[in-house]
């Protein structure tokens, strides 16, 4: 388990002598054997800026800080897999953030590369491998042509080929859940947001934010040629490129009408914050399959300190979890997760209340893009004792054996009624 670091070049080397060590939450721990797993195919090293790695050395025990100019490496996982543990380090200047990425612990053993982290759901769907580049330019060429006027095809076209982005890669190439962003605002202002972040925040965002409140006509085409695609096919309102979807419900819920006037194939989902009930409730009565909701905790104050919520509180999002729960809709949380923070007793606690009140059917855990220390300076301290990710997800599994854990959505094992 020998530390893996990075020179000024962008080289990756492991250290002969010295054996990993990662964070959680602010604290350094040694990793275990059962902790460790091999690089997942798809998984990319990338070096955290402005860092020096730190390693242990197995004869003392004693951790130490490469010199300067050896940074720490961490792995960004693909879709499927649960990090366990942040990569240890040093930072030269604690003012500069890390940009928005989910660093993963890595550590070198005989045989190769292996990250701290769990194989929460099948990663072969999200293989970022399995995307042809190829076939894809092809297929955002064959559509943009074949609507040559449908202004949300063209931003698509820009998330899926510069940004490389899997959702809107897989509107073009009509497989899994496609995209379809529908607003440029948002209720929220989420301290990671990836899309929109203020001058003054010290985050880049790594892509922008849509610019322009798509047509009904627009939306709805797309959401034909999708859906119509494959039976399981997916289509979903709430993209990293927008604010929040609800915010146009208007839209939305025509877009729903007309598509369901067609056809009933596929499954229309929202990926939502799911704060404005009012809205959420008339959206899932247009014919909504699938919701998921994001959210990083089910406390008040955490919640509160990441979201900052604009005109609506926890509360509202369980309502109208709720409410879409009790109208047949497949409801899940995108439940954004830090070692060290996830896994406090009292964040266990809280959501495994918050999921059997809201009476979800899947939590979809997702690595949390942010810089850990900047996280940690936001939200309230432990209160209660942290068990490590490893056991919060054994809890999770014990304590809601209704509730699937996985790492992103899936078709429903049955539709609602009415479609």
């Keep these: 388990m ?9 080289n990756v080397f492991d250290h002969p002598e010295w054996h990993g060590i990662a964070r959680s939450g602010g604290d350094l721990v040694e990793l275990l054997e059962d ?13 955290l800026p402005g860092t020096r790695a730190i390693g242990m050395d197995p004869e003392t025990g004693e951790m130490q800080a490469m010199p300067a100019g050896y940074q720490a490496v961490g792995a960004l996982l693909p879709q499927g897999f649960t990090r366990l543990y ?3 380090y040093l930072k030269l200047d604690k003012s500069q953030l890390f940009p928005l990425f989910g660093y993963t612990a890595v550590v070198w053993k005989e045989d190769g590369f292996y990250v701290a982290a769990d194989p929460t759901d099948d990663p072969e769907p999200w293989n970022p491998e399995n995307c042809d580049r190829k076939e894809l330019e092809i297929e955002v060429d064959r559509l943009l042509k074949a609507y040559p006027d449908n202004q949300l095809y063209r931003h698509l076209s820009n998330c899926a080929l510069e940004y490389e982005c899997l959702t809107a890669s897989n509107t073009f190439l009509r497989r899994l859940e496609g995209a379809v962003p529908v607003s440029f605002a948002c209720n929220a202002g989420c301290f990671g947001c990836i899309s929109e972040q203020p001058d003054d925040s010290g ?19 797309i959401m034909l040629e999708h859906l119509r695609a494959a039976p399981d096919a997916i289509i979903s309102f709430g ?12 839209t939305i819920i025509e877009a729903i009408r007309r598509v369901r006037a067609v056809t009933k194939d596929g499954y229309i989902n929202i990926n939502t914050n799911a704060g404005l009930t009012d809205h959420i409730r008339a959206i899932t009565d247009a014919g909504l399959d699938l919701m998921r909701v994001s959210t990083i905790s089910a406390l008040d104050d955490h919640y509160n300190a990441y979201y900052k919520p604009r005109g609506y509180t926890l509360a509202n999002v369980e309502k109208s979890l709720r409410y879409a729960a009790d109208q047949g809709v497949y409801t899940s949380i995108n439940y954004l997760v830090l070692p060290g923070v996830t896994d406090r007793e009292e964040e266990i606690e809280a959501m495994i209340g918050f999921a059997r009140r809201t009476g979800l059917k899947l939590i979809q855990m997702r690595n949390l893009n942010i810089d850990p220390d900047a996280y940690l300076s936001l939200i309230p301290p432990a209160q ?19 509730v699937a854990i996985g790492s992103y959505t899936h078709v429903p094992p049955t539709r609602r009624a009415f479609v």
């Excluded at 902790?35 to 070096?47: Q, S």
Aim: glycine share 10%.
């Design 203 to 221: 985050f880049p965002s790594p892509q922008t934010r849509l610019k322009f409140k798509p047509s009904v006509e627009d939306v709805t085409a």
């Design 384 to 402: 209660g004792e942290i068990y490590g990710m490893k056991a919060m997800l054994d809890i999770c599994k014990r304590e809601l054996p209704d």
């Design 239 to 250: 993209q990293g490129c927008e604010g929040e979807p609800s915010t146009q419900a208007r």
């Design 35 to 47: 902790e460790l797993i091999p690089l997942p195919a798809g998984a990319t090293l990338v070096g």
């Design 86 to 88: 942040v990569p240890g």
């Design 2 to 10: 020998h530390l893996v670091y990075a020179d000024e070049k962008g």
